[in-house]
């Protein structure tokens, strides 16, 4: 059973910088692709960002292309998040998730039935 843990949420000013992780406990025990998922008060969870297991192939929301990075190091067991030029619409509870699709592929998606999911690190964008 794999585990996630987010970590590295906090209040930033608009314009600011985070950096979130996610720590499984194992990638070396499936081909997981892992992507970021948040939900704001109120509002539908909805896909920031993915990656597939090898990290040649990732995607975005339209909402944070080009200021978000996702990223992983499989021999540390991590992913991270880079998210720069944050705005007050960014704030939201930011989850991570995995899922091994069972096929090479080259692209991950949103849509995925992600299956282990993380407890969550909030994130809060305001001056």
């Known amino acids: 059973q794999l585990q996630l843990v987010e970590s590295g949420g906090g209040l930033v000013q608009p314009g600011g910088s985070l950096r979130l992780s996610c720590a499984a406990s194992?990638?070396?025990?499936?081909?997981?692709?892992v992507s970021w998922f948040r939900q704001a008060p109120g509002k539908e969870r909805e896909g920031v960002s993915c990656?597939?297991?090898?990290?040649?192939?990732?995607a975005y929301a339209d909402s944070v292309r080009g200021r978000f990075t996702i990223s992983r190091d499989n021999a540390k067991n991590l992913v991270v998040l880079q998210m720069n030029m944050l705005q007050p619409t960014d704030t939201a509870i930011y989850y991570c998730?995995?899922?091994?699709?069972?096929w090479g592929t080259g692209r991950c998606f949103f849509s995925w039935p992600w299956n282990y999911w993380g407890q969550g690190t909030q994130v809060t964008v305001s001056s």
């Open positions: 194992d990638f070396t025990s499936g081909d997981y692709a």
């Open positions: 990656i597939t297991s090898n990290g040649r192939g990732t």
């Open positions: 998730a995995a899922y091994t699709p069972g």
